[in-house]
């Protein structure tokens, strides 16, 4: 209990610091209940909050996985609906809480049209997750979607569009040589280790020496980002400290 109570002060500090004023009382409420059932660790990468919505992470599952002592999880891909020479991939996972357990499936799809640019030609691996994700849900009962599970990021163009911006004179922070915009490997970078967007656009800011990122250059940028890039994988710890220096302090009420 006290090993909990010490988890849950942890989250919600740290849940606070983190995303502020964006997370409700409901919000809060519910991280309560997955500290409690699931023992998930924020600084651990086993949730994030996006849009206002709480996601357990592949990092999170697994451990908890880990920690209910799993006996295996079995993975293949599903051929009826997958096509290699277009990218498309389907895969079944099923996970084995114990040695009698008669298994918990799970299925996951990756495709073009729904992975991050930054990850094409990576959609085989990114099904398998997907699977395995659905299936250690289903198995430990979690209700809330992984991150993993979620299509490319919220009103990102799709292939027409990604086509016809193609042609198009790029701006300071975008491409025109059909590789990734620097804003889409930065948010996938933020998804990737589980970082609070607001926190590294101001701590991007101030690494670029410009009163907002908008404002940098494409070079300043790119500088920034394969910093960001070592520097969580490094020693993701030691840079969401950074990150929560930038938070803004609560305004104190009279």
């Not at 979620?150 to 590789?179: D, E, F, Y």
């Not at 404002?215 to 969580?232: G, N």
Request: aromatic content about 8%.
């Amino acid at each position: 209990m006290q090993i909990e109570s010490q988890l849950l002060r942890q989250n919600l500090n740290i849940a606070r610091r983190g995303w502020g004023a964006r997370l409700s009382s409901a919000a809060l409420q519910l991280l309560r209940v997955y500290t409690r059932d699931f023992q998930f660790s924020i600084i651990s990468g086993d949730l994030i909050f996006l849009d206002h919505v709480w996601y357990v992470t592949y990092t999170g599952l697994l451990r908890l996985a880990r920690r209910n002592h799993c006996t295996g999880i079995h993975v293949q891909p599903v051929p009826e609906f997958s096509d290699p020479r277009h990218l498309r991939w389907a895969f079944k996972a099923i996970v084995y809480k114990s040695s009698t357990c008669k298994g918990f499936v799970g299925y996951g799809d990756a495709n073009p049209s729904n992975v991050s640019p930054l990850v094409r030609g990576a959609e085989m691996r990114v099904a398998e997750t997907r699977a395995v994700n659905r299936a250690l849900r289903k198995a430990y009962g979690i209700g809330l979607c992984s991150v993993e599970e979620l299509g490319w990021v919220t009103g990102s163009p799709g292939p027409a569009r990604v086509q016809n911006q193609s042609v198009k004179p790029s701006n300071s922070n975008g491409s025109s040589n059909g590789q990734p915009r620097l804003r889409d490997r930065l948010c996938v970078l933020i998804r990737q280790y589980n970082l609070d967007p607001t926190l590294v656009k101001a701590y991007a800011a101030d690494f670029c020496g410009t009163p907002t990122l908008k404002e940098a250059s494409r070079d300043l940028v790119e500088s920034f980002i394969s910093h960001l890039a070592t520097s969580a994988k490094e020693n993701r710890d030691g840079l969401v400290c950074k990150l929560n220096s930038y938070a803004q302090p609560a305004e104190v009420k009279p």
